[in-house]
């Protein structure tokens, strides 16, 4: 966290699983952050530690943030943010 943005905050546990209370601590930070709305919906992957959590569910219902589910194994192919942002970035040439 030495170089992190101001405002970042760092949740973890021993047991390197995301467990209920950080989920819903950063799911909230999240919709914080982004500012969803109804002219301006966000999305989620469907994950099924995302939809599992009411609290989790609940907020995202409230604040316009649809979970899109995403079929196993395939997000390194078909993960919106990688295949077309993230994937164009590294593939351009560097002038």
């Keep these: 966290m030495d170089e992190a943005?101001?405002?970042s905050i760092s949740l973890?546990?021993?047991s390197g699983r995301v467990q209920t209370d950080i989920l819903t601590k950063w799911f909230v930070r999240f919709v914080r952050v982004v500012k969803p709305s109804a002219d301006n919906p966000a999305s989620v992957d469907g994950h099924y530690s995302h939809t599992r959590t009411l609290d989790v569910v609940v907020?995202?219902?409230v604040h316009t943030v649809a979970t899109v589910r995403l079929p196993p194994h395939?997000?390194?192919?078909i993960q919106p943010l990688d295949?077309?942002?993230?994937?164009?970035?590294?593939?351009?040439?560097?002038?």
């Excluded at 395939?74 to 192919?77: A, G, L, N, Q, R």
């Excluded at 295949?83 to 002038?95: I, P």
């Design 5 to 7: 943005p101001a405002g």
């Design 12 to 14: 973890w546990r021993p």
């Design 59 to 61: 907020t995202a219902r």
């Design 74 to 77: 395939s997000t390194h192919k």
């Design 83 to 95: 295949v077309r942002f993230t994937a164009a970035l590294s593939t351009r040439e560097r002038g």
